[in-house]
């Protein structure tokens, strides 16, 4: 006889009203990828994503899964909850779940720690055969060889953004704020070629998005994988990191693959902070040549901007805000800073008592602020965070960037006209 199991991507109300109103959020792809490596001949599988579906709390599931990050544990914890007094066995993973397994034990009746190739499928064996443990871990480093395409046949109401796919995983790099080291451990791994071509090939849409947490981890590998992609007529975006874009073979292949924009962590325009947090790889010096040289492949700039680090006043706002329309910076991803779990900033804040709660929901770095900032309070640091947000996005602004980027101006317009909306409807 079948199980039923029901596969949640969580996200509370406060963050989704947050993020509903944006236009290009792609689906995460945590929740399909798991889906593929289930048998249905055991399972009838439901997916749901609360970016877009009511959650069936109506009906009953043998199996209930879960992948919690830490600004949705709580929610994660109460719909546990909700489905275990209903007679339901939940299943945690993610990153939470990795970093604290402690804590999330006490919130469900078994853990996946860490990356779940291997420790899944074994866990999902075991469940339908009713011998299963409280606690799976991931012992060794996953390949990503021979691994399942993600199942988008069970992903709903999101046609044009649920293209997502990962060609590598982790990131060479060790900033103080970032968890991927904690999570992934020390170690950069890459997809082969051929089955990310496949995977791409399997996208009905023709957008999609990069999920790797640095695209150019690995150049040449990068420079093979475009030389394939430009064979499929696809357009997408990718994270980078912009040091690695002086390469102008390598920005000249991905224009060619069809790239639209590239993510680019700049977080800071100031020497001091990006030393401060183990950032060193970018070059404040060289950021308006190397986003001039991306610009002028026609890729768009996708800038991550974080505020609230301890070389930060309250200047900072209007600085940042200067030097995005002085670069012609086509947009922005700016957070608040967020000592995650586990994290060096998480551990050095704690230790000078400058953390403000333990309620994980705060730890979302768009619509709270969880700690003491250095130069300012948590409200101004939190002012000055929607000051730039509603700045960045203003006429003046648009049209001054657009001036400078020139970059797929249409495409351009209308995500920064939605991001403007966005802004003006979080505000009100």
């Given at each position: 006889?079948?199980?039923?199991?029901?596969?949640?991507?969580?996200?509370?109300?406060?963050?989704?009203?947050?993020?509903?109103?944006?236009?290009?959020?792609?689906?995460?792809?945590?929740?399909?990828?798991?889906?593929?490596?289930?048998?249905?001949?055991?399972?009838?599988?439901?997916?749901?994503?609360?970016y877009n579906q009511k959650i069936p709390f109506e009906a009953y599931y043998d199996l209930v899964v879960i992948?919690?990050?830490?600004?949705?544990?709580?929610?994660?914890?109460?719909?546990?909850?909700?489905?275990?007094?209903?007679?339901?066995?939940?299943?945690?993973?993610?990153?939470?779940?990795?970093?604290?397994?402690?804590?999330?034990?006490?919130?469900?009746?078994?853990?996946?720690?860490?990356?779940?190739?291997?420790?899944?499928?074994?866990?999902l064996e075991e469940f339908y055969c009713g011998n299963y443990k409280r606690e799976y871990r991931c012992l060794?480093?996953?390949?990503?060889?021979?691994?399942?395409?993600?199942?988008?046949?069970?992903?709903?109401?999101?046609?044009?953004?649920?293209?997502?796919?990962?060609?590598?995983?982790?990131?060479?790099?060790?900033?103080?704020?970032?968890?991927?080291?904690?999570?992934?451990?020390?170690?950069?791994?890459?997809?082969?070629?051929?089955?990310?071509?496949?995977?791409?090939?399997?996208?009905?849409?023709?957008?999609?998005?990069?999920?790797?947490?640095?695209?150019?981890?690995?150049?040449?590998?990068?420079?093979?994988?475009?030389?394939?992609?430009?064979?499929?007529?696809?357009?997408?975006?990718?994270?980078?990191?912009?040091?690695?874009?002086?390469?102008?073979?390598?920005?000249?292949?991905?224009?060619?693959?069809?790239?639209?924009?590239?993510?680019?962590?700049?977080?800071?325009?100031?020497?001091?902070?990006?030393?401060?947090?183990?950032?060193?790889?970018?070059?404040?010096?060289?950021?308006?040549?190397?986003?001039?040289?991306?610009?002028?492949?026609?890729?768009?700039?996708?800038?991550?901007?974080?505020?609230?680090?301890?070389?930060?006043?309250?200047?900072?706002?209007?600085?940042?805000?200067?030097?995005?329309?002085?670069?012609?910076?086509?947009?922005?991803?700016?957070?608040?800073?967020?000592?995650?779990p586990r994290t060096p900033l998480h551990y050095q804040l704690s230790s000078e008592g400058r953390l403000l709660?333990?309620?994980?929901?705060?730890?979302?770095?768009?619509?709270?602020?969880?700690?003491?900032?250095?130069?300012?309070?948590?409200?101004?640091?939190?002012?000055?965070?929607?000051?730039?947000?509603?700045?960045?996005?203003?006429?003046?602004?648009?049209?001054?960037?657009?001036?400078?980027?020139?970059?797929?101006?249409?495409?351009?317009?209308?995500?920064?006209?939605?991001?403007?909306?966005?802004?003006?409807?979080?505000?009100?």
């Amino acid at each position: 006889m079948k199980k039923h199991i029901l596969m949640i991507t969580p996200e509370n109300k406060e963050i989704n009203k947050f993020r509903k109103r944006q236009i290009n959020n792609f689906i995460q792809i945590t929740m399909p990828y798991l889906a593929a490596f289930i048998d249905e001949d055991k399972y009838d599988i439901t997916l749901i994503d609360e970016y877009n579906q009511k959650i069936p709390f109506e009906a009953y599931y043998d199996l209930v899964v879960i992948t919690v990050n830490t600004a949705n544990a709580p929610h994660c914890y109460n719909l546990s909850k909700l489905f275990r007094n209903k007679g339901s066995k939940v299943a945690f993973g993610g990153p939470h779940a990795t970093l604290l397994p402690e804590e999330a034990k006490e919130h469900c009746d078994v853990i996946i720690i860490g990356e779940a190739e291997e420790s899944w499928p074994k866990f999902l064996e075991e469940f339908y055969c009713g011998n299963y443990k409280r606690e799976y871990r991931c012992l060794n480093t996953p390949s990503l060889e021979g691994i399942p395409i993600p199942r988008r046949d069970l992903i709903k109401g999101r046609f044009f953004t649920k293209g997502a796919v990962f060609a590598t995983r982790g990131c060479p790099y060790s900033c103080d704020y970032c968890n991927l080291k904690q999570i992934y451990e020390d170690s950069f791994r890459k997809r082969p070629i051929k089955e990310v071509i496949e995977d791409i090939k399997s996208i009905k849409s023709r957008f999609f998005v990069f999920w790797d947490d640095n695209f150019f981890g690995d150049i040449e590998y990068a420079k093979e994988l475009l030389k394939e992609l430009s064979k499929l007529n696809k357009k997408w975006a990718a994270q980078v990191t912009l040091e690695r874009c002086k390469d102008e073979e390598l920005l000249t292949l991905a224009k060619k693959a069809g790239c639209i924009y590239f993510f680019v962590g700049l977080e800071s325009f100031s020497k001091n902070t990006l030393i401060s947090v183990n950032k060193g790889i970018n070059n404040v010096d060289k950021y308006k040549e190397l986003i001039n040289c991306v610009h002028k492949h026609g890729i768009c700039v996708q800038a991550g901007i974080i505020f609230g680090f301890d070389t930060d006043t309250k200047e900072v706002f209007k600085t940042t805000l200067d030097m995005c329309n002085y670069l012609g910076i086509d947009g922005v991803t700016v957070s608040i800073l967020t000592p995650l779990p586990r994290t060096p900033l998480h551990y050095q804040l704690s230790s000078e008592g400058r953390l403000l709660t333990q309620d994980w929901s705060y730890y979302n770095g768009k619509t709270r602020v969880a700690f003491q900032p250095k130069n300012m309070s948590p409200e101004e640091l939190f002012s000055g965070y929607m000051w730039f947000r509603s700045n960045f996005y203003s006429l003046k602004s648009i049209v001054t960037r657009l001036k400078r980027s020139k970059t797929n101006i249409l495409y351009n317009l209308i995500v920064n006209l939605g991001y403007k909306i966005s802004i003006r409807k979080i505000v009100k």
